[in-house]
């Protein structure tokens, strides 16, 4: 990171928000499901996914711009590729439900800039500022059983991955008793 100039620093950083919101937008509308049988164009894709092909094409060229999804432009095509092959619905162990997770209210309301610079300010908490009939992210989510159990997949799927990358990275022969609390299994 070093050598990216200050200014391009910034706005990687802010443009980032933009491909957030593409990813997101995408795996609500499943459109990785829609590729799982092959190449399509941005046309057969929307009317796969009853949805405005420009528009479609235009969220696709950021998503594989940015490595999500392959584009053929000499064929108009887009295809999978092992980063949006991640983004299938119904695969256990994938960014699916964590994609889905991040795109609810109860993940973005409280990480948007005024909601969050208000609370730095007044030293409230975001979630119980946004949402206080429900007292707490818990209490929130015991009103919202489908959200509650794409949490707790989403935690499932987070604890694989990272306990993966960890057994792989760390040298725990030193220690003879280690428990993880949580992660969504029992």
Excluded at 92 to 110: D, I, L, T, W, Y
């Amino acid at each position: 990171m070093s050598d990216v100039p200050p200014n391009a620093l910034i706005f990687n950083i802010v443009l980032a928000e933009w491909v957030s919101l593409c990813l997101k937008a995408v795996v609500l509308l499943r459109i990785p499901d829609f590729l799982n049988d092959g190449p399509l164009s941005p046309e057969e894709l929307a009317k796969k996914a009853g949805v405005n092909a420009t528009n479609l094409h235009t969220t696709l060229r950021v998503l594989a711009g940015h490595g999500i999804f392959t584009e053929n432009v000499k064929d108009n095509l887009y295809s999978h590729n092992a980063a949006s092959k991640e983004l299938v619905t119904g695969v256990r162990g994938n960014c699916c439900a964590f994609v889905k997770m991040m795109a609810h209210e109860s993940h973005q309301r409280p990480w948007q800039p005024d909601s969050l610079a208000e609370c730095i300010k007044t030293g409230e908490e975001p979630f119980e500022k946004l949402f206080p009939a429900d007292k707490d992210f818990w209490g929130y989510m015991d009103k919202r059983p489908s959200e509650r159990a794409l949490f707790w997949e989403t935690m499932e799927t987070t604890s694989t991955v990272w306990h993966s990358a960890i057994v792989e990275h760390y040298d725990f022969s030193s220690i003879k008793s280690l428990v993880d609390i949580g992660g969504g299994t029992c």
